[in-house]
């Protein structure tokens, strides 16, 4: 009865969190604040970094039931992020509403699947799944960050801004990165705290 009712209020926070999140990923208006890329970005960050794991959270027993394998989960989040970075998908994303709505559904979408994969697998399994993405988001945000040139200027058709680009980046890399490896270091001390967790 204890677990029950400390679980709760755990989960009723996460929604709450989850709530706040999705508000501030569709509802704020980015792009009259920053510039295109960055406002672009922080959607991403709040749907991945927020968003995603406060939902799992909220409704564990639902994505546990769901059973997303945790490599497939994320491999998934790593084809839908790299792949709407390209500058083709990006553009179509910037351009118009359809390819737009698209775009954030996956984003939602990847981010929950390495999240439910990552929090309800094994914790050494979860924790190696949130490492290894930690990793290619930095390898992302740092490509943003040292490219020379926008890259996506071209297909956006839009005046090359390559210092937005770079805030872009560099959001990545104070977002997403610290959550990711926030998120696979709790769940190694897990899996250290108590290993017949592993082989349950």
């Not at 709450?16 to 604040?33: D, F, I, M, Q, S």
């Not at 990545?172 to 709790?186: F, H, S, W």
Request: a neutral charge; proline letters at 8%.
């Amino acid at each position: 009865m204890t677990g029950a009712r400390t679980a709760s209020p755990r989960r009723a926070a996460a929604g709450g969190v989850a709530a706040l999140a999705l508000a501030a990923a569709w509802a704020v208006p980015w792009e009259a604040l920053i510039d295109a890329f960055p406002a672009h970005m922080a959607r991403h960050m709040i749907l991945v970094a927020l968003a995603a794991p406060a939902l799992v959270l909220a409704a564990p027993g639902l994505f546990r039931a769901m059973a997303v394998p945790v490599l497939a989960g994320a491999i998934t989040e790593f084809l839908i992020v790299w792949g709407w970075h390209l500058p083709q998908l990006h553009a179509a994303a910037r351009g118009a509403v359809a390819p737009f709505l698209l775009e954030q559904a996956l984003f939602l979408a990847g981010g929950l699947l390495v999240w439910a994969g990552a929090l309800t697998a094994p914790p050494l399994a979860g924790a190696g799944a949130l490492l290894l993405t930690s990793m290619h988001m930095t390898l992302l945000g740092a490509l943003l960050v040292l490219a020379g040139a926008d890259v996506y200027a071209q297909w956006c058709g839009t005046p090359p801004d390559l210092p937005a680009q770079q805030v872009g980046g560099m959001m990545m890399l104070g977002i997403a990165t610290p959550a990711y490896l926030l998120g696979g270091l709790v769940l190694a001390a897990r899996a250290l705290r108590d290993p017949a967790e592993e082989v349950a």
